[in-house]
């Protein structure tokens, strides 16, 4: 419907991007597809200078399928078609941008003009492979548009940069590259490499590291970046080429992958696994808290703000000295686990993993102890067991319910026969 409403309007459209790229893929490897993100380019002039012909193809699909909401970004440029939950679709976003060299007419059938409006297009992208477009459109509809060299990349398994400013322009653009090298298992290609090394020798994480605030939209796509690497499987490959490139850098100057790190992300995966194993914390949130707890405590707060972390976050890192040393330095004072328990009850599971990723083994075993048995102890007498023992119901319940806990806990008592002796 899409390139019957552009060619309606002697409009060309082009499938672009991620979408094709994961086509081409996909028809490679015969796996099946699922494209949830398409992105059109719309080329084509529009009368009115207020409305970019993107715009105006998004709202005409938007009629006809009013299931769709339409969203318009900045002036004129692109549009967005969501498709929430639609029950044939699931969800389906489609964003419709305005190919650059829309704004002054010329006959829609100059096969130059096109290929210059589109080619400009693809030329101010990412990578070769995410620089492919897919004519909709006829006359020729079907045909790929490849003038980067994207399809011999694909075909060699390489990551490419179109221009060597690329990620000066984009320092996310790194983190991108490491992403699709890691998910495809590509190569990035040594002179795309040399450029990132460039970029990151020349400054560029600069602008994204904590120094400066003045960018927030950078900081807003290095988070975004960061999203998508820490919560695909393939996380700790990616960091681990990041930390190659240097690129960590981006998060902080002094942010480095070496071993304490690596045992410190390890050790977060098991608790995740062993005690979250529902998510009811946000995984990928998880990793980049304990990137950003690896360093010094002078640091953390800056970074956690510039890359807009979740206020319990930014509250935990915050908060995660103090609580470091509280439990640092009481546990080993410790006789008995019924006061580990006091200490540790206080803390959510969160914070409980930063903490003891920074501790040393005895406290770590403590703490794990803690998560495994101690804290899931139950009092072996309820309500009912203590107004059978003659106490009067009352909120002082709740403590003498904590006092049984704890004495189990200790070891004093061992099961109701005792519990109900201990209370007599
Ligand atoms: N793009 C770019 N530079 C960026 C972000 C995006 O050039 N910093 C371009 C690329 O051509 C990319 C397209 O915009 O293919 C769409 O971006 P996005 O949807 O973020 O990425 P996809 O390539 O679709 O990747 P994914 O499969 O991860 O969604």
């Given amino acids: 419907t899409a390139s019957q409403e552009a060619e309606k309007r002697g409009w060309h459209l082009y499938l672009v991007g991620g979408a094709v790229r994961d086509l081409l893929l996909a028809e490679a490897t015969s796996d099946t597809l699922m494209i949830k993100d398409i992105d059109l380019v719309v080329d084509g002039f529009h009368k009115s200078a207020d409305v970019g012909a993107g715009v105006e193809l998004a709202k005409a699909l ?7 909401r339409l969203e318009i970004h900045g002036a004129f440029q692109t549009a967005a078609l969501l498709w929430h939950k639609d029950p044939e679709l699931d969800s389906l976003w489609v964003d419709i941008a305005t190919a650059r060299t829309e704004f002054y007419p010329y006959p829609a059938a100059n096969p130059e003009v096109e ?9 101010r992208r990412d990578f070769t492979i995410n620089a492919i477009a897919l004519r909709l459109t006829s006359p020729r509809s079907g045909e790929l548009l490849d003038f980067f060299g994207g399809l011999l990349d694909l075909q060699a398994k390489q990551i490419r940069v179109l221009h060597p400013n690329s990620f000066i322009e984009d320092p996310t653009r790194i983190y991108r590259g490491v992403r699709f090298a890691v998910r495809f298992g590509f190569e990035i290609e040594p002179q795309t490499e040399e450029f990132i090394r460039y970029a990151i020798n020349s400054g560029v994480y600069d602008r994204t590291s904590q120094e400066n605030t003045k960018t927030p939209a950078l900081q807003t ?4 970046e960061l999203k998508h690497i820490l919560e695909a499987p393939y996380w700790k490959s990616a960091l681990q080429l990041l930390d190659n490139l240097g ?3 981006c998060i902080h100057p002094t942010l480095k992958l070496n071993a304490l790190l690596l045992r410190q992300l390890r050790l977060l995966e098991l608790c995740l696994r062993r005690f979250d194993a529902e998510q009811t914390f946000i995984h990928w949130q998880m990793r980049l808290e304990a990137l950003i707890a690896h360093l010094a405590p002078e640091y953390r707060m800056k970074v956690a703000q510039n890359l807009q972390l979740q206020d319990d976050s930014i509250v935990r890192l915050k908060n995660l000295v103090q609580s470091f ?10 006789q008995r686990p019924s006061q580990v328990v006091q200490l540790l009850r206080q803390y959510d599971l969160p914070m409980l993993i930063l903490i003891a990723l ?14 495994t048995v101690w804290a899931n102890v139950q009092p072996l007498l309820n309500g009912n067991d203590l107004k059978k023992l003659g106490y009067k119901p009352g909120p002082q319940y709740r403590q003498i319910l904590d006092d049984v806990v704890a004495a189990t806990l200790d070891g004093v008592i061992k099961d109701r026969t005792e519990a109900e002796e201990f209370l007599a």
């Fill in 115 to 123: 290929a210059s409006s589109i080619r400009q297009d693809l030329y």
């Fill in 325 to 334: 040393s509280q439990v640092i330095e009481s546990l080993p004072t410790f």
């Fill in 358 to 371: 920074q501790s040393p083994r005895y406290i770590r075993h403590q703490i794990w102890e803690y998560l």
């Fill in 221 to 224: 796509r290095l988070k975004t």
């Fill in 62 to 68: 938007q009629q006809l399928y009013p299931a769709a």
């Fill in 247 to 249: 690129a960590l850098q």
